[in-house]
C-alpha cells in the first residue's frame, strides 16, 4: 500500500473522531499504582443539586451512572454494594452558555454587463455571532479513605437538543466512553 492510499484511509477516521465534537481532558495523581484498583462504590446516590432543571433529574442522574457502569465494568472493574473498596466515583454535570466569534469574512467582486455596457463592484464584510450551550461533564475518581480525587476525566461538547429518550443515552454513553477511554492511565 503507498503513502496516497494510507493517507485516504485515515482521512474518514479523522474525520469521523472530528465530528464527535467531543473534547477530553484528564488529571491524575502521578504516584498512584492504577493497577491494583480493582473494585469501585458510588460516591453518592446522585449529583449535588445544580439548580439547573435541565441537569437535576433522575432520567439524567440514571443514564450517566448506567453508562459509567457499563463503561467500567467493560474494563474490568466490580461495582462494589459497600464503600469498603479500593476507589469511589462522583460525577458532576453542568451546561454553560457559551459565545462564538467567527472570523470576519471580506469578500469583492467584479462584474461586467453586456458588452462592457454595465458593470459592478461589490465589497462585503461580515462575522457572526452565536450563542450555544456546551455540556460539561467530569468524573471523578477518588480515594476510599480520604476522598482525594486521584484521576479526573472531563468532556465537553456543544448541546443539541432531543426529543428523543435513546438518542439522549446514546450521546451520554458516547460521552462517557470517551473520558472513561483515558482510565486508568496508562
Same mark, same amino acid.
Given at each position: ?8 484511509l ?11 465534537g ?8 502521578e504516584?498512584t ?6 473494585? %469501585?462504590?458510588?460516591?453518592?446516590d ?9 441537569v ?11 453508562a ?9 472493574f466490580n ?10 466515583v462522583? %460525577?458532576? %454535570? ?8 467567527s ?5 469583492? +467582486? ?7 455596457? %454595465?458593470?459592478?463592484l461589490?465589497?462585503?464584510?461580515g +462575522? ?59
Open positions: 500500500m503507498n503513502m496516497l492510499q494510507r493517507y485516504l485515515l482521512v474518514p477516521v479523522a474525520l469521523v473522531c472530528a465530528c464527535s467531543i473534547k477530553v481532558e484528564q488529571d491524575y495523581a504516584k499504582d492504577f493497577s491494583k484498583l480493582k473494585s %469501585y462504590a458510588w460516591q453518592s446522585k449529583q449535588k443539586s445544580t439548580g439547573d432543571v435541565r437535576d433529574n433522575s432520567l439524567l442522574n440514571n443514564r450517566i451512572r448506567q459509567v457502569d457499563n463503561s467500567l465494568s467493560s474494563k474490568g461495582k462494589s454494594a459497600t464503600k469498603k473498596t479500593d476507589f469511589l462522583a %460525577y458532576h %454535570y453542568v451546561i454553560r452558555e457559551k459565545d462564538e466569534d472570523r470576519v469574512h471580506t469578500g469583492i +467582486g467584479i462584474g461586467a454587463g453586456h458588452r462592457g455596457s %454595465y458593470g459592478g461589490m465589497l462585503g464584510l +462575522g457572526s455571532d452565536r450563542d450555544y450551550e456546551v455540556g460539561e461533564l467530569t468524573i471523578d475518581i477518588l480515594d476510599p479513605n480520604n476522598q482525594q480525587i486521584i484521576w479526573r476525566g472531563v468532556a465537553s461538547r456543544k448541546i443539541i437538543s432531543q426529543s428523543d429518550p435513546a438518542e439522549r443515552a446514546a450521546r451520554i454513553n458516547e460521552t462517557i466512553a470517551a473520558v472513561l477511554k483515558k482510565f486508568p492511565p496508562r
